[in-house]
């Protein structure tokens, strides 16, 4: 009986861990393939920026910056005065920036009043989205395209639905302090609003993570010593490669790991607003976006534009993040599972075998390991198994990184030079050296 039980979990060892390589396999041989036929091309002409810059047929654009700030003396005010200026510079023709902020302290709305002129108002507006009381609003007596509005916490997704339903204009953007940006950035983003109108309900874009010393300057940096920062970096260049080499082709998409979306204003109203219970409240509306009854009607936009950069996070931040937006993908298959009705089925299901992929690729890193180990331990395979298995994983992240690396450098902003060396050399370690720095990281967390 033993020796039959050992033969079964031999077979099933053996026959997971073959399923597991052969999907490794595919994957990164897709990568790559998808990398050598586009790479150094763009996928379409870049944009007449400056005729959409004054053109009176460019669509107006309410932009929305969600802020949390807790400290008696936060210094996020400088920070959030640079987005606030830069925002306000963006090469667009017509926009309002509202700037609604949760527990901000006393010394930060201080500065903000001093920076913008800052005067209490009454401002008269439908309140067609349920929200935490609002306790001040301001305008701005230096640049009237900006309001600051002071309201209980209630989250990023009720600073959104306020912001939504204060807003004028069709479009609404959100972005948070943390990004920086050049004065195109907004144009990059609406280009497909602005091309279609009349059927496109949400776009979304990408933002990169960058070394510390890259995100300052030129994008060349000569340091050895920010390993994680360079992980992260190669991260965020994958997820851009996945919008580039799949998302933009289809008729669907959902936001990148780290992004930045334009949404109509009508749709937010429409579905009630952004959910105040979702681990990412704009995953989450793209989702019931596409599966609603009439969502043929319209369509989302997921692109490979670079909406601008962010600096990288600490370990802890890092292993968060992923974790929330397991949550989130978790979230978008029971949204889609639960309405298989109506017009929008085979949308639903090319969406799952897409997110699935997300899903799917970091289990199936680490159960290959695993079902080598048990293998090996039962006897069905010899000690040289895990060896080789830990060193197809690494090299095959060296592989996917240093395809998604081959696709940027046709696109502006790409890594060059010591920057792009340093990436990969550093690429391949990755799975032996930062994967388990993040698994630490989430165990120290939820301890």
């Known amino acids: 009986m033993s020796g039959a ?31 050598l036929t586009r790479g150094g091309r763009r996928e379409r002409a870049v944009d007449a920026y400056e005729a959409l810059a004054i053109s009176r047929f460019t669509i107006p654009v309410s932009i929305i910056v969600p802020v949390e700030t807790t400290g008696a003396a936060d210094s996020k005010h400088v920070s959030l005065t640079e987005t606030i200026q830069a925002l306000l510079d963006l090469n667009y023709p017509e926009l309002e920036v509202i ?12 500065a903000l009043k001093a920076e913008w002129a800052l005067e209490p108002r009454e401002m008269f507006y439908r309140r067609t989205l349920p929200t935490a009381p609002v306790h001040r609003m301001y305008a701005s007596e230096r640049e009237s395209r900006l309001i600051v509005v ?34 195109n950035a ?39 010593t920010a390993a994680g920062e360079d992980f ?17 082709q289809l008729s669907c998409g959902v936001p990148p790991r780290d992004g930045v979306s334009a949404f109509r204003r009508d749709v937010i109203l429409t579905l009630g607003g952004f959910s105040l219970d979702a681990a990412d409240p704009e995953f989450d509306l793209l989702i019931r976006l596409q599966t609603q009854p009439d969502g043929s009607t319209g369509r989302v936009v997921r692109t490979s534009e670079v909406f601008g950069h962010a600096g990288a996070l600490r370990d802890s931040a890092v ?10 993908l978790h979230e978008a298959f029971r949204t889609l599972s639960e309405k298989e009705e109506g017009s929008n089925g085979r949308l639903r299901v090319m969406m799952k075998s897409v997110l699935a992929v997300e899903l799917i690729t970091p289990v199936a890193q680490v159960f290959v390991l695993i079902a080598m180990i048990v293998g090996t331990v039962i006897g069905a395979l010899d000690w040289n198994a895990p060896f080789l298995a830990l060193l197809f994983l690494t090299f095959g992240y060296g592989l996917v990184s240093a395809a998604g690396l081959l696709l940027r450098g046709g696109t502006p902003g790409a890594p060059v030079g010591q920057d792009l060396k340093r990436l990969l050399l550093r690429a391949p370690l990755e799975f032996v050296v930062y994967m388990p720095a993040l698994l630490w990281a989430r165990r120290s967390a939820a301890r």
Do not use: C
């Open 5 to 35: 039980m050992f033969g079964i979990l031999a077979s099933v060892a053996a026959f997971s861990a073959t399923a597991a390589l052969i999907y490794l396999v595919v994957v990164a041989a897709a990568s790559l393939a998808g990398a």
């Open 99 to 110: 700037v609604v902020a949760d527990r901000v302290a006393d010394a930060s709305v201080e």
């Open 150 to 183: 002071e309201k209980a916490a209630g989250g990023r997704a009720d600073a959104l639905n306020f912001g939504a339903s204060l807003a004028r204009y069709r479009y609404v953007v959100s972005v948070t302090p943390e990004v920086q940006f050049d004065a």
């Open 186 to 224: 907004l144009l990059r983003l609406m280009a497909p609003a602005l091309r279609d109108p009349g059927t496109v309900l949400a776009v979304t874009s990408y933002v990169e993570r960058k070394h510390a010393s890259a995100a300052a300057s030129t994008g060349t940096a000569d340091e050895w």
């Open 232 to 248: 992260q970096r190669l991260r965020s260049i994958r997820s851009w490669m996945a919008s580039r080499l799949a998302w933009h």
């Open 319 to 328: 292993a968060a993040a992923a974790a929330l937006r397991r949550r989130a």
